[in-house]
């Protein structure tokens, strides 16, 4: 390596190192230190308020049933696209992805159209007593559709580079579905499944946008942390802001070092 090639790794590494710090370290920081600024006793007061703790069971509820739905829908569909062929498969790879391109708050403006006052399931949902819009129901369906794509997405190309021949020939063999995922196809992809349930349950516990929009913001009812710390900043409670904020940095940080294990895993190629 000569010199110029020396000056321009190290300057891309400065670069990239200052950005990240510049963008992510700083503000991450930032939100820590100014949610302490008043004391603990200020910090503990705002982060076992009574609606905090609501919005975190929320939270948390919304973020479980999310995880296991979309986990189960991202293995369906992922072994359904690599391997069988059937008419429709590129339609329904493009439908997996349209979350990628949607912005969170037409989503949540799509569940209003369909299940809100204005929407044409709203008479059958409210002769059945039923409401979706305003309601748990909603948040959950909101967060469903904002990150249904994270599984499927890193089983997919997963999958797409492995062979089916084991698969193939266990079928050929009488065995049930069942027994050649738990045998032949899980522990291929036990890493990229556990990588993609991690990157959405990231996403489910930070949504915003299409929660916001479906949620009504009722406060102890409908409202999850981040709607939480919206709702704290705009009636100027900034200490508490940032100390309920501190919390989903840390649950964010604790996700990131999952990450990075992972990750670490995947290349290593250990077992579970």
């Known amino acids: 390596m000569d010199a110029e090639q020396k000056f321009v790794k190290k ?9 990240i710090v510049v963008m992510l370290v700083v ?3 930032t939100v820590l ?7 603990y006793a200020v910090f503990s007061e705002a982060i076992t308020d009574n609606y905090a703790i609501k919005a975190l069971n929320l939270t948390l509820f919304v973020t479980v049933i999310t995880v296991v739905v979309n986990t189960f829908f991202g293995v369906a569909a992922s072994w359904a696209i690599t391997k069988f062929r059937f008419r429709g498969k590129q339609f329904l790879t493009t439908l997996i992805d349209i979350p990628f391109s949607i912005s969170p708050v037409i989503a949540g403006l799509v569940f209003i159209l369909v299940f809100g006052r204005i929407g044409w399931a709203y ?17 959950v369906l909101a967060t469903l559709f904002v990150t249904f794509p994270f599984v499927s997405r890193e089983l997919i190309p997963l999958m797409q580079s492995q062979s089916s021949d084991e698969e193939e020939a266990a079928a050929l063999m009488g065995a049930k579905w069942l027994h050649i995922f738990r045998k ?29 929009v479906v949620s009504g913001h009722l406060r102890g009812k409908t ?16 200490t ?33």
Request: net charge neutral; glycine share 8%; aromatic share 10%.
């Open 11 to 19: 300057a891309l590494i400065f670069a990239g190192m200052a950005f």
């Open 27 to 29: 503000p991450l920081v």
């Open 33 to 39: 230190v100014y949610s302490l600024r008043e004391g």
């Open 123 to 139: 008479p059958l949902l409210e002769a059945h007593g039923v409401k979706i819009v305003f309601a748990v129901p909603g948040i």
């Open 184 to 212: 032949i196809t899980f522990p291929h992809i036990k890493w990229g499944l556990l990588y993609g349930v991690i990157l959405c349950t990231a996403r489910a516990m930070g949504e915003f946008g299409a929660v916001s």
């Open 223 to 238: 409202n999850t942390l981040p709607l939480h710390v919206e709702i704290l900043f705009n009636e100027f409670h900034l």
């Open 240 to 272: 508490a802001a940032f100390a309920v904020s501190s919390l989903l940095v840390v649950i964010a940080v604790i996700i990131l070092i999952l990450r990075n294990i992972v990750e670490y895993k995947v290349k290593k190629g250990d077992s579970l």
